[in-house]
């Protein structure tokens, strides 16, 4: 039957669901890319908490996203800002999500990375910021997790200068016990950010990052790079001593860059892979077989749906991909932790469903369109 979805100038649209699902299936695990998944978190919808209050996990749910992700060849970037990190979710919370992921990557065999960052502060001396940072490596590593080190708010206003970033990075470099990647969060995902490694003139500011790198590595496994810009992340990556990789954090270029040139590519670290991961997996082993335009032809079509749930305000995609992850079946609710399923209209909520179902992203479209019906008649939208 035809849904009447909300436009976002006040009047409806006629939108015919789509019958059948694209047909995905578990393969073999990947060869020529290292593929990340940034996975949310599932809320308790039964928790009676306020949006400033602890995070209330349903951690079955959580869990069993991410055996899904797994299941599919990808790797789990755990406690990210996609799992709402610095938006909803506590550090106790983070810290309990980081433990209860790691055990079941081992009992999975899935691989996962882990964020780092400070989030136990809202501020703080440069001394308590590293701190911050060294409590949480030690968590990671003692989950026999890899270690991503994420940018941090409390280090963005306590840095006076490059020199204090090369002087924590530095630090927490040589007592990581194994290579890390490097997380480099551009403000439009996090506005607290500007001015990262010590400049808003991002030439500066990739030349102290390519510092950092530079004293270190054999510490650095490879950067995550979240700057929404083909053009830089090219250029950065291809300065990169030997043997560093370059994760790609672009939700509006990932198949591009990840296809790559004759002179590198990029691997993957990515929101948009949560809603995405059995069909980005699919992507990546045609890849794999050296098939490039097959690659193209599969990951392509999906750039508009990610560029609608990522436009600004972008910090906000996550409630779009929750929403997704609730039409796909993988949860039995849209609820959010900190209320943020608020934090997107109707018309764009609708306009995502609209583009994920017509790439056939949804396991069960019927399961798909009643719960899209659901939250138009509660908005009062008569079918």
């Known amino acids: 039957m035809t849904l009447r979805l909300p436009c976002t100038d006040g009047t409806l ?3 015919e669901p789509r019958p059948e699902p694209l047909a995905l299936t578990p393969g073999a695990p990947f060869t020529s890319r290292t593929v990340f998944s940034a996975a949310h978190v599932v809320a308790d919808p039964f928790a009676d908490t306020t949006p400033d209050g602890p995070a209330a996990v349903d951690w079955d749910a959580t869990l069993a996203f991410r055996r899904h992700l797994w299941s599919h060849g990808l ?6 800002d996609t ?3 610095g938006m909803g979710l506590d550090w106790p919370t983070a810290a309990e999500l980081i433990r209860r992921s790691a055990a079941e990557a081992k009992a999975s065999g899935g691989r996962i990375a882990c964020g780092v960052g400070t989030d136990q502060l809202t501020a703080g001396t440069l001394a308590e910021v590293r701190a911050a940072y060294e409590e949480q490596l030690a968590l990671v590593e003692e989950s026999g997790a890899q270690a991503i080190l994420m940018a941090s708010r409390a280090l963005a206003a306590a840095a006076t200068g490059p020199e204090d970033y090369l002087e924590v990075y530095g630090h927490l470099l040589r007592q990581a016990d194994g290579p890390v990647v490097l997380h480099w969060l551009g403000p439009m995902f996090d506005p607290a950010l500007d001015g990262y490694w010590g400049s808003s003139d991002l030439d500066t500011a990739t030349d102290t990052f390519l510092d950092v790198i530079a004293a ?4 650095v496994d490879g950067i995550k790079v979240s700057l929404l810009d083909a053009g830089r992340e090219v250029e950065l990556r291809r300065r990169l001593p030997q043997g560093v990789r370059c994760y790609t954090g672009d939700d509006f270029n990932y198949p591009e860059l990840i296809a790559g040139d004759e002179q590198g590519f990029s691997h993957a670290l990515l929101g948009i892979f949560d809603p995405l991961g059995p069909l980005a997996a699919e992507a990546v082993r045609v890849l794999d077989t050296g098939d490039t335009p097959g690659f193209r032809e599969l990951l392509d079509p999906t750039v508009e749906l990610s560029r609608h749930l990522f436009q600004a305000p972008t910090r906000f995609y996550k409630t779009g991909v929750v929403f997704l992850a609730w039409l796909a ?3 039995t609710h849209f ?4 209320g943020l399923q608020s934090a997107r209209s109707l018309p764009h909520l609708a306009r995502a469903y609209e583009l994920a179902d017509g790439l056939g992203l949804f396991p069960d479209p019927k399961l798909a369109e009643e719960r899209m019906r659901n939250l138009l008649s509660l908005y009062g939208v008569n079918q």
Do not use: F, I, L, N
């Open 216 to 219: 270190h590595p054999d510490k």
């Open 13 to 15: 649209r006629s939108y």
């Open 75 to 80: 790797g789990v970037a755990e406690a990210m």
């Open 83 to 85: 799992a709402q990190r």
């Open 329 to 331: 079946g993988h949860q």
């Open 335 to 338: 609820t959010m932790v900190g």
